[in-house]
């Protein structure tokens, strides 16, 4: 099957940048999105891109697409204690039309 | 407007019991999506259902897992003869019918445990 892959771990100070990345390998993947998860909980929604953009920026998340290198990134401006968490990237491929398929997450540590 | 409900938010079983796992799509969402979730692993997708029909299963094991969504009421996943493979978290998500993007809104998740 197809995969998506993420670094598992991240530390970050609070008021830095984090960014968090992901490869994956299906080129037909149409959206492209990024979850949050907190412990315990299930996944938000945090934002998703078309896989004809580039860039997509919302308030403090800005996600950056490289098509041609199947490479997405989540950036979190001034990275708060409150964003620790996990992070996953989903990719949706058209063939699929529906399931999305998902990396392992990315722990994210907010450090004061 | 309620999000996805999942009940019961953790189950205990034991091995070779049953398990039954429910999920309330948002207002106005006729499709349902089952995830797993293994230890530190990502979700996986299992089934894809719409009102009184599986749209795709594929991703769901061919013996003792079922699903269904029926017209009235909650989607239902059903595990019989539960073995100790099958603690994991379960989720689900919603979306609604008719949009291109068709955005996945996930509920807490049910988290099973078999003993």
């Not at chain 1, 800005?62 to 950036?75: A, E, G």
Request: hydrophobic share 30%.
């Amino acid at each position: 099957g197809e995969d998506v892959e993420q670094s598992l771990f991240l530390s970050v100070r609070e008021g830095d940048s984090s960014v968090i990345n992901c490869t994956y390998t299906d080129s037909s993947s149409t959206y492209l999105y990024w979850y949050k998860q907190e412990p315990g909980a299930g996944l938000q929604l945090l934002t998703y891109i078309f896989s004809n953009m580039d860039m997509k920026q919302d308030q403090r998340l800005t996600v950056l697409l490289n098509k041609k290198d199947k490479h997405l990134s989540l950036r979190i401006a001034d990275t708060q204690t409150g964003d620790s968490a996990i992070y996953f990237c989903a990719e949706k491929a058209s063939n699929s039309g529906y399931a999305l398929n998902f990396g392992k997450g990315t722990s994210l540590l907010v450090t004061p | 407007n309620a999000g996805v409900m999942q009940n019961p938010r953790h189950l205990v079983r034991r091995r070779g019991q049953e398990a039954r796992l429910r999920c309330s799509p948002m207002k106005g969402h006729s499709h349902v999506y089952w995830y797993r979730q293994l230890p530190e692993e990502g979700l996986k997708f299992m089934v894809y259902l719409q009102k009184e029909n599986i749209i795709d299963e594929s991703g769901m094991p061919k013996e003792r897992f079922s699903a269904e969504f029926p017209k009235e009421g909650p989607s239902i996943l059903r595990i019989q003869q539960v073995v100790r493979g099958d603690s994991a978290a379960y989720f689900c998500a919603s979306s609604p019918a008719d949009r291109g993007q068709e955005t996945q809104y996930f509920g807490p998740g049910t988290r099973l445990l078999v003993l």
